[in-house]
């Protein structure tokens, strides 16, 4: 009888325990723990998880907020369930039940998804709104693990994930052995990432020297842009094939160049033969080198060409009047009051065409 009287009080003593209000003297945001209540800090970041309290039993998957602040708006009041990067949210359904104090609220909350560790409550008063958060994880334990298995991140993006988890868990060796290993993977692709510039600019670089080959006439030109890649790029992907392009390019103009003294002979040795005629008066041997036979007859008739002096003639120049068909010429001379002499070319032969003097 005295056991049974025992257990009868114990009951009522527990149940007015359970059932009494809290009494608080500091506005805020309470939330049960073993220890009582705990008043929450307002989380003013959403890496800031050093304030965050780890709720270790969550009874029937009911959660129960307490709050202080006559000011708080009832109506705006929201609870969330959301994961630690805030990235998946869920909205919760939640009852207000004012106490016997005033400005004194309890904020119920149904929790859905047990994946989703951060209990989020926001309150909105006249001049300010406020958050507050508790979790039903071990957060500590949650961010290594999230980190561990966030391979859709980039080596980057993973470290600055670390940086904020390690400055709400500066000691943990997890987080640190992680750390030093993603500092490393960062080294590497730093390094390859320069590589990769590198060749970029080697190849730009590249294209550019040679499609000057297109853009300028020149030879020289393009001598002169395939020694800019050079120096930028003295060891570059393509340093060889540009120093063997350069060589080829000199021996062209090399070739050129004998090709057009070959040349500049041949008009100098008809520019002579055709003075000489001049001077002899010789009009069957002009007809012959004039492109219109008639000519001969009015070069004749000429007295600044017959009385000029040939005796310093020289073949200083040419240049064609169309370097594709190269079917007319004109050759500068010099030593001579005859200053030009111009040249057609029919059948593969070159004949006088006028001169200038």
Known sequence: MLKKSLFIIFTIILTACERSEPNFDTLGVYIPTNSGFTRLDIISGDDDYSKIITID??????????????????????????TLDLRKTQPLNHQIKPLSKDGTFAIE??????????IILKTISTYSIKVYTVSISNIEALLVEELKASNNH??????????????????????????????????EEAKLANIRQLEYRDNTAYTDAKNKEKF??????????YQQYLAEFPNGIHANKVKERIKEIQAEITQDEQIYLDQLRKFEKLTIEFVQAIKAQDKDRLSKMAYQSKSADSWLRSNRLSKAD????????????????RNYAYVQLSGTPLKQ?????????????????
């Open 216 to 225: 300028y006439k020149s030879r020289d030109k393009w001598i002169e842009e």
């Open 154 to 187: 980039s080596t980057r993006a993973k470290y600055t994930l670390l940086a904020r988890a390690l400055k709400n868990f500066p000691e943990n060796s997890e987080l640190l052995r992680m750390k030093s290993e993603l500092k490393v993977q960062l080294a």
């Open 57 to 82: 039993d969550i009874e029937n998957n009911n959660i129960t907020f307490y709050a202080y602040d006559p000011d708080i708006k009832l109506d705006s009041v929201a609870v969330i369930q959301s």
């Open 310 to 325: 040939y005796s310093s003639i020289k073949a200083v120049k040419f240049h064609y009047s169309n370097a594709k068909t």
């Open 109 to 118: 909350a149904q929790i859905v998804d047990p994946n989703l560790p951060l």
């Open 341 to 357: 002499l111009k040249f057609k070319l029919r059948d593969d032969q070159w004949y006088v065409s006028g001169y200038v003097i």
